[in-house]
């Protein structure tokens, strides 16, 4: 079983960058397709990226794409999410999530789930 912690969330202005990282222990990293969600207050979940157990293949949200970039080093067993020009509508606890065997968007078919890590952005 992989535990996933996330890091790197803050308080930033609109049209500022952060860059997210969700680091796992417990399991070979490397055999687990990888994904960011988000939830802002009142709503669901949502999917934002996904990346690949080797990192060839990478889907994205309409709403990020473009903005946001993912990537994983395996050998540090880290997935990274790189925000760039933030908007105050990503504003949202953001979530990383792992899982095994098929490649796949869905929320629901995410097994392994990290904290969360807050990303506020002010207008």
């Known amino acids: 079983q992989v535990q996933l912690v996330e890091s790197g969330g803050g308080l930033v202005q609109a049209g500022d960058s952060l860059r997210l990282s969700c680091a796992a222990s417990?399991?070979?990293?490397?055999?687990?397709?990888v994904g960011w969600f988000r939830q802002a207050p009142g709503k669901e979940r949502e999917f934002v990226a996904a990346?690949?157990?080797?990192?060839?293949?990478?889907d994205y949200a309409d709403s990020v794409k473009g903005r946001f970039t993912i990537s994983r080093d395996n050998a540090k067993n880290t997935v990274y999410l790189k925000m760039n020009s933030l908007k105050p509508g990503d504003t949202a606890v953001y979530y990383c999530?792992?899982?095994?065997?098929?490649?796949?968007?869905?929320?629901?078919?995410?097994?392994?789930w990290g904290q969360g890590t807050q990303v506020t952005v002010s207008s």
């Open positions: 999530a792992a899982k095994k065997l098929r490649y796949v968007l869905t929320i629901l078919e995410y097994d392994y």
């Open positions: 990346i690949s157990v080797g990192g060839g293949r990478t």
């Open positions: 417990g399991h070979p990293f490397s055999i687990y397709h």
